[in-house]
């Protein structure tokens, strides 16, 4: 309901079931099934607009056990959406559905329904007679994500994706020590005591004696540097002659494994993954260390996440603290349908989670570069008050000539004191650099303010900085419920650079005074 007393009403119909072991009922899944409007108080204003929500059974989540639980699922789809003016048809779109586009899980059927997974495949419009359709738009999947869109009409617009995973990388034992018991015949190990050799894995030892040292990405990237489980003290077979003297001939063997980030000469390395040269958000080290050693000679190599105290050893990399596995969209191309096409392509940098590692933070920075070469990159925050903020961005031409420039300057409160893990991220400053591609760029700046709450009290726009009376200062004051956490701007003036008045607005709620609520924050004057 608006101000004005103006009311669209919205309808659902629900789906119950019941818990076989007690009998209760309870509603399983909840849809929409109408939007009306528009009503003022009880009362229709004209002809009522109506939009339908058309469902159909969903064969894939079904359920052919006998429920002794709450069990929430949907039985069913949206099947049409109808758009009516009274009880007449205005137009309607007709959704199409498969279970063969997208299978997000090939080796599981839930309950007894369809292998694959409910996936959109068309939209067609049709008008009032509910027959006459236009071409459908038509998409498709791939990998389970939508690999193309068609207008029906010619057009069509297509994506490609990149996988961004990890690998797990373990400090493991690879040649534990044993402790031995004997008779006068033989021995035999009983017991594990120790390692012998400790080295990198992507799977932890089967002596539960490994430990987690991060997870490295799959792949190459510009900034990131290979880790290799390697060789560093071969063990060779030796010649000796009648006359004394012995030679190496050949390497047979290693005495020691560790860590490095290029192969060792004599094959017996193995990739584990890549590594970040830098440190990103959410990653921490990986250190070749040396376990045991003195005069600075190392007798054994070990893959660790601090350096040794003996100072020998060497950061390898940086290795996220938790597992990745992510697709992004690296390029987009829409078609004509008369052969013309035009591609985008992105770019990204510095994937970025939490301290934990368990939240995915976004990307540092991101590039676009359009079809003629030119591009905007764009960096982004990854911190815990600010993460997914972009703080820059940078237009160019396909030269590198500067076009255009943003900078965003980001400001954190508390708008609850007595809680400090509550914060609040708000725009504080606003720089944009008009440069065209020329040796100078034209600045404009805004700045703005807010109260203790979070409430915008001014944005002072001083437009271009060089140049004066081109400015605008715009104030705005709030009335505050903090029992009712409610927050209503009570005036709004706006003043030119000289301080003059341009215009203002005084706003009343609830019947009341100015700069009073009641219990709902209306405004009636």
Not at 351 to 364: I, N, V
């Amino acid at each position: 309901t608006t101000t004005s007393g103006v009311a669209i009403r919205y309808s659902y119909v629900k789906e119950s079931a019941t818990v076989s072991s007690t009998g209760r009922s309870y509603d399983q899944a909840v849809y929409p099934d109408t939007i009306t409007y528009a009503f003022s108080g009880s009362s229709a204003i004209g002809a009522l607009r109506e939009i339908r929500f058309v469902r159909g059974p969903r064969t894939d989540w079904t359920d052919s056990s006998t429920p002794t639980t709450l069990a929430f699922f949907e039985r069913s789809r949206i099947d049409a959406i109808e758009v009516r003016v009274g009880p007449s048809l205005v137009r309607k779109y007709a959704l199409g559905y498969d279970y063969t586009s997208i299978d997000r899980d090939m080796t599981y059927t839930w309950g007894a329904g369809a292998a694959g997974d409910l996936a959109l495949t068309s939209v067609t419009l049709y008008g009032s007679d509910g027959a006459s359709g236009l071409p459908p738009l038509t998409f498709a999947y791939s990998n389970a994500r939508l690999a193309a869109a068609a207008t029906g009409l010619g057009g069509s617009i297509s994506f490609t994706y990149e996988r961004v995973n990890t690998n797990p990388v373990y400090a493991a034992c690879l040649n534990p020590t044993w402790e031995y018991t004997c008779t006068e015949l033989w021995c035999w190990p009983i017991r594990i005591i120790g390692c012998a050799d400790w080295g990198a894995s992507n799977g932890p030892d089967p002596w539960a004696m490994s430990g987690l040292a991060g997870w490295t990405c799959a792949t190459s990237r510009s900034d990131t540097t290979p880790i290799y489980a390697a060789c560093r003290t071969p063990t060779y077979e030796y010649y000796c002659s009648e006359l004394g003297g012995c030679y190496p001939l050949y390497v047979n063997g290693c005495a020691d494994f560790g860590a490095s980030n290029s192969p060792d000469p004599w094959g017996y390395s193995t990739l584990l993954g890549h590594a970040y040269t830098s440190e990103v958000p959410g990653t921490l080290p990986l250190y070749s260390a040396c376990l045991q050693g003195s005069s600075g000679t190392c007798n054994q190599w070990a893959l660790q996440n601090s350096p040794d105290s003996m100072g020998m050893s060497t950061l390898l990399g940086h290795a996220y603290r938790g597992p990745v596995d992510r697709y992004r969209v690296i390029s987009r191309t829409a078609s004509d349908g008369r052969g013309g096409s035009i591609s985008t392509t992105f770019a990204y940098w510095g994937l970025g989670l939490s301290s934990d590692g368990t939240e995915f933070r976004g990307h540092a920075g991101v590039r676009v570069t359009d079809a003629a070469g030119n591009y905007t990159d764009t960096w982004f925050k990854q911190d815990d008050a600010l993460k997914g903020r972009a703080y820059q961005a940078e237009t160019r031409t396909a030269a590198g000539a500067l076009l255009a420039k943003t900078v965003q300057t980001w400001t954190v409160v508390n708008p609850y004191p007595s809680t400090p893990s509550v914060t609040l991220a708000l725009l504080a400053q606003t720089d944009a650099y008009a440069c065209d591609g020329g040796p100078s760029c034209r600045q404009s700046q805004s700045v703005f303010t807010y109260d203790p709450h979070g409430n915008p009290t001014r944005a002072n726009h001083l437009g271009d900085v060089a140049v004066s009376g081109d400015e605008r200062d715009e104030r705005s004051e709030w009335v505050v419920d903090t029992v009712n956490w409610l927050h209503r701007p009570s005036r709004v003036a706006v003043h030119d650079g000289s301080g003059a008045l341009l215009r203002e607005a005084w706003i009343s709620y609830d019947g009341l005074g100015w700069n009073s609520l009641g219990a709902r924050g209306l405004a009636t004057r």
